[in-house]
């Protein structure tokens, strides 16, 4: 958790409801983190909310913060019945990182870029859970998108056990861009998909992109398209699926029993 938070979370940034997430309360107490830099998530606002308000929704945007409409009745059941004026915001348990810290860190490792990408991963359990796979296996990186995902809140810190204060996290407005922009800086991209080949029979020795799909629905048909390989798990069971972050760790750990095989052949 941010140090910077703790100043302020007496009073302003109870828990919300479930527990997990520190909120700022209030447009004074909001404005005030905007200004300070602080790392927030998500801002909600009651669209009805006039006043300083909508000058409050322009500074997120301007930080590139994601902003989201919340009705009365939300914004209360989020704040516990305390006083909110219409705005309340959730802090990032992380700052955001961009692609170029992904590569960088990539650089300082003398490595090939090894790069987490979440296609819609909403349960933050999940994405907890692959961003802690992801530091343990070595991956350089993590990518996911504004909208339709789970994000840097502290459930996801809870459950990567702090990973996430050490793998950089790129939050993209579009991900299928990215994924173009990491193409053309030579990343290969690998999909998780059950029409794939044998994971273990397709070669992943050099700068990957791992394309880890939602959890209903795996990749959408556009990230499909752009992959340039698919992998698929055998099933031996009468299960034919796995748990997101599960299938995420085998796929994580086959990268790294190649580039270990090849670094040692």
């Known amino acids: 958790m941010d140090n910077r938070f703790k100043g302020a979370s007496r009073k302003n940034t109870p828990r919300s409801s479930d527990g997990d997430d520190t909120l700022i309360i209030g447009r004074n ?6 200004k300070a830099g602080l790392p927030i998530d998500t801002l909600y606002i009651d669209p009805s909310a006039g006043g300083s308000a909508g000058h409050i929704r322009a500074m997120a945007r301007e930080r590139g913060i994601v902003v989201k409409d919340a009705n009365e009745a939300k914004l209360s059941k989020m704040c516990g019945g305390a006083s909110h004026q219409g705005v309340a915001a959730v802090g990032a348990c992380a700052e955001y990182a961009e692609i170029d ?37 070595g991956a350089h990186g993590v990518v996911i998108p504004k909208r339709r995902s789970a994000s840097l809140n502290f459930t996801v810190f809870k459950t990567s056990a702090g990973a996430a204060s050490y793998v950089p996290v790129a939050r993209v407005a579009n991900l299928a861009a990215a994924v173009d922009e990491l193409k053309k800086r030579g990343v290969w991209i690998y999909g998780t998909d059950g029409a794939g080949q044998d994971y273990t029979e397709v070669s992943m020795t050099g700068a990957v992109g791992l394309v880890i799909g939602s959890e209903g629905f795996g990749m959408g048909r556009l990230m499909k398209d752009k992959c340039d390989f698919l992998l698929r798990l055998p099933m031996a069971g009468r299960i034919t699926s796995l748990n997101a972050s599960v299938a995420a760790g085998i796929f994580m750990y086959e990268i790294v029993r190649q580039r270990r095989a090849a670094n040692n052949g």
Request: some cysteine.
């Open 101 to 137: 810290d992904i590569f960088k860190a990539a650089e300082e490792k003398n490595e090939e870029p090894f790069i987490i990408i979440c296609d819609e991963i909403e349960d933050p359990h999940n994405l907890g859970a692959i961003i802690r796979t992801a530091e343990t296996a």
């Open 29 to 34: 107490p909001v404005t005030e983190a905007l």
